[in-house]
């Protein structure tokens, strides 16, 4: 893992419409590496049965990068560049979330039968996580400054 961040601001996160096929039988929605994604995803992990009043993340990645869609119910999803915040609502199956590295995230107003999907850049590494939101503001500013 190297040393030097890049530091991104909310622009860089999207919000994208993922293709659906309907017919008779149902719909479908693929989902496909740097096609509907801008980046390769190598971990794959969902989330439920949430907690009245949880929230979850609570954290950014140093070089991770996600991908956010809400297969049931309904999460709003806080994102934070260190400068300035802004929420996103995702409650359509054919809604995803791009997350760069260096975003906090937070993750909570779940509607109780709420499903996320994220689809994740990299595996799992401890590393690469950062947990505490005061480190992550002096990470953002050392990089920016």
């Not at 400068?83 to 260096?102: A, E, I, N, W």
């Not at 039968?113 to 992550?136: I, P, Q, T, W």
């Amino acid at each position: 893992m190297t040393n030097v961040l890049s530091i991104s601001r909310l622009e860089d996160c999207r919000v994208y419409e993922l293709p659906e096929f309907a017919d008779t039988r149902g719909v479908l929605t693929p989902i496909e590496s740097n096609c509907h994604l801008p980046f390769d995803f190598s971990r794959v992990f969902y989330v439920y049965r949430l907690a009245a009043g949880a929230s979850r993340g609570k954290h950014a990645q140093k070089q991770g990068k996600q991908f956010i869609i809400c297969l049931v119910g309904g999460v709003d999803v806080e994102l934070d560049d260190g400068l300035f915040k802004r929420t996103v609502r995702l409650d359509r199956p054919t809604m995803g979330l791009y997350v760069p590295q260096m975003i906090w995230t937070t993750q909570g107003n779940f509607t109780s039968d709420c499903v996320y999907l994220v689809l994740a850049s990299g595996s799992y590494d401890k590393r690469d996580y950062v947990r505490n939101y005061e480190d992550f503001l002096r990470l953002v500013s050392a990089q920016s400054g």
